[in-house]
């Protein structure tokens, strides 16, 4: 397998806003890639800046060889990108006119059927586009990225605002698209998409790349072991003075510790006398790996600025 994408220290700036700083990554061909990061972390920009729909400030871009807007004309690429007032579906038109418009477009492009077959929309062919649910939209929107028969999609938060059956049917298209040996990348902040779709991940955090690799790499990144209890208010105090405590999380009654040593913090814990409850300890979940990813750029930027 070869190299896809080639990024290399991008910036981005919005006025003063920084919404990339020197991001660098590849990917390669013939996989899903999921990029993880909360909202304002840069994904959307970097997805922009690959479709060659903006330009960086610096850095460089390459897409099979290619720079963006090269790799686009040569049909090689497609994105289904948020949904805004300007790529909602034309009223009153059917799904099949839709696809075959937009099929006209490319020198190659996969058959009608083919198509409505990978985005599950064989049944909705003759339906008009008004009459559609929000799930049945987005998979519109996926055929329509598709139809082209591109190498390599771009797919930005392309579950918002579908229900949990949705998303799940949504994802077995996507890996029966890229099955056929195709590249798929796309921006998400649900862990859940990415454990259950993605071969690999690249954390984005305030436009920095802080994390990359597989998601069971990304969980073995981060040391130690993730302590759960409940815990009354009354005792919350005992907290500052638990050894081993990487980083804390409290939501009323509920603690969430992530100790450099699981047996030390318990033990400490237990010879407290706190009343604590519902203990559970376990090995860093994908979201445990984010968040303590996250923080620590977070802390480094909060040192800086003071």
């Known amino acids: 397998m070869g190299v896809v994408i080639e990024a290399k ?179 998400t902040h649900i862990m859940e998409e990415v454990e259950n779709v993605a071969d690999s991940v690249i954390v984005l955090h305030h436009g920095q790349v802080v994390g990359e690799g597989t998601p069971s790499q990304i969980k073995s990144s981060i040391t130690g072991k993730v302590l759960r209890f409940r815990l009354p208010q009354e005792d919350l105090c005992i907290l500052d003075s638990l050894p081993a405590v990487i980083h804390k999380q409290i939501s009323n009654e509920q603690v969430v510790l992530h100790s450099s040593n699981a047996d030390l913090t318990v033990r400490a814990l237990c010879q407290s006398g706190a009343a604590f409850y519902d203990l559970e300890i376990n090995a860093p979940s994908l979201e445990d790996a984010f968040l303590e990813l996250t923080r620590q750029v977070s802390d480094n930027i909060r040192i800086v600025n003071r």
């Open 9 to 187: 220290d991008l910036r981005k700036s919005y006025g003063n806003v920084v919404a990339l700083n020197d991001v660098s990554f590849s990917i390669d061909d013939c996989s899903v890639v999921a990029m993880l990061g909360p909202n304002g972390a840069g994904k959307s920009t970097t997805i922009n800046i690959l479709l060659g729909l903006i330009s960086q400030d610096n850095g460089h871009v390459s897409v099979y060889g290619v720079s963006s807007q090269q790799a686009v004309r040569k049909g090689y690429v497609s994105g289904m990108l948020q949904t805004t007032e300007g790529m909602k579906l034309p009223y009153g038109v059917s799904v099949k006119d839709v696809l075959a418009y937009m099929a006209s477009l490319y020198p190659n492009p996969l058959p009608l059927d083919q198509a409505a077959t990978l985005s599950g929309l064989s049944e909705l062919i003759t339906r008009y586009t008004h009459e559609l649910s929000g799930g049945e939209t987005q998979r519109v929107r996926f055929a329509l990225s598709i139809v082209g028969n591109p190498k390599l999609l771009f797919l930005d938060e392309p579950t918002v605002g579908m229900d949990v059956d949705s998303r799940r049917r949504f994802w077995q298209t996507v890996r029966d698209f890229a099955s056929r040996g195709k590249t798929v990348l796309f921006a």
